[in-house]
């Protein structure tokens, strides 16, 4: 298996031009799960999906961001524009239901916003 | 909602030397537990889990973690530690829904 996959693995980018962060989840995995790392936060859940439909959306920082799942094998997280208060790591996480709840990581994207 | 809290910020220790990062959390029902290790620049990486059973749980590259359900604890050991061990370390715990909540983490250096 690949794991999961993230692209792009580096952005760069000027503030108020739009990112869009894509994941690829594990194969057969159902939930999959949006996170943002930075130094002074942490690691924070954006937002995750459960069979493609978003569950909790709670920690997406504002209207900037959006993300989508329009089926079982991509998503995408959206900052529009951007800032930059947004520079971070994004990970991209699954999980699948077997009751096993441990999350897969993706490599990440490292996103700088001048 | 749970939290989850680690002691330490950051640990430095000189290979061969024993580990111990302490990790609470708060919630009164059934949790999973997790440790997951963050090389660096890299992804987090499944250490170890406790679901049920057994409280002493072993991970991969000789680590391990005792659950102690009165204590609400998930401490992670290991008894010699490698040059390599250098990373992030973080504790988390699922409750009813199918988040983790993490704690800060515990950077964790090793001096050769």
């Known amino acids: 298996d690949a794991g999961v996959i993230q692209s792009p693995r580096h952005e760069v980018t000027e503030m108020g031009q739009e990112v869009t962060l894509r994941c690829k989840p594990i194969s057969g995995h159902d939930y999959l799960f949006w996170y943002r790392q930075t130094m002074m936060r942490g690691l924070e859940l954006l937002i995750y999906f459960n069979n493609n439909v978003p569950i909790d959306d709670s920690g997406m920082p504002e209207d900037r961001f959006s993300a989508k799942m329009p089926n079982a094998s991509f998503s995408t997280l959206k900052i529009q524009p951007s800032e930059p208060r947004d520079s971070a790591v994004y990970f991209c996480a699954s999980s699948g239901q077997g009751g096993s709840y441990e999350q897969y990581f993706g490599p990440g994207t490292r996103l700088t916003v001048t | ?112």
């Open chain 2, 1 to 112: 909602a749970q939290s989850v809290s680690q002691h330490n910020h950051h640990v430095i220790l000189s290979e061969a030397a024993s580990l111990e990062l302490g990790c609470n959390y708060s919630y009164g029902g059934t949790v999973n537990l997790f440790w997951y290790v963050q090389y660096p620049g890299q992804h987090l990486q499944l250490l170890l889990k406790y679901f049920s059973g057994d409280p002493l749980v072993k991970g991969i590259k000789g680590f391990e973690a005792e659950f102690i359900k009165s204590k609400f604890s998930f401490n992670l050991r290991k008894p010699s530690v490698q040059w390599s061990d250098t990373a992030e370390y973080f504790c988390a715990v699922k409750s009813d829904d199918y988040k983790l909540s993490f704690g800060a983490g515990t950077t964790v250096t090793v001096r050769a």
